[in-house]
């Protein structure tokens, strides 16, 4: 079974920083894509930022030149080092890892999400 397991979230003033980590634990599972998400109250649910397996990132326009995302691909972990904080970019922050789990058939597309940490950003 495969389980992402977010952590770093909490309470800031604007203009502070957070960052936000993500492990990735079981076997067999094949990363490819992992990415921060995010849903604030009454809204939907948007990507924040992405990264492949080989380093290649994506940026939501809001957030650009103020959080960065990376990973440890050895470690199975994801980061968003999120700094400038604003208090639009309080939400509830969700980890999400696509990639390929071994199985008796071959492999098989898997997606996973995280049970997300909140971020406030006070003003």
């Known amino acids: 079974q495969v389980q992402l397991m977010e952590s770093g979230g909490g309470l800031v003033q604007t203009g502070e920083s957070l960052r936000l980590s993500c492990a990735a634990s079981?076997?067999?599972?094949?990363?490819?894509?992992m990415g921060w998400y995010r849903q604030a109250l009454g809204m939907q649910r948007e990507v924040v930022a992405n990264?492949?397996?080989?380093?290649?990132?994506n940026y939501a326009d809001s957030v650009k030149g103020r959080f960065t995302i990376s990973r440890d691909n050895a470690e199975n972990t994801l980061y968003l080092q999120m700094n400038s904080l604003k208090p639009e970019d309080t939400a509830v922050y969700y980890c999400?890892?696509?990639?390929?789990?071994?199985?008796?058939?071959?492999?098989?597309?898997?997606?996973?999400w995280g049970q997300g940490t909140l971020v406030t950003v006070s003003s």
């Open positions: 999400n890892a696509a990639g390929y789990v071994a199985t008796t058939r071959g492999w098989r597309f898997l997606e996973v």
């Open positions: 079981g076997s067999g599972f094949s990363i490819n894509t």
């Open positions: 990264i492949t397996s080989t380093g290649g990132t």
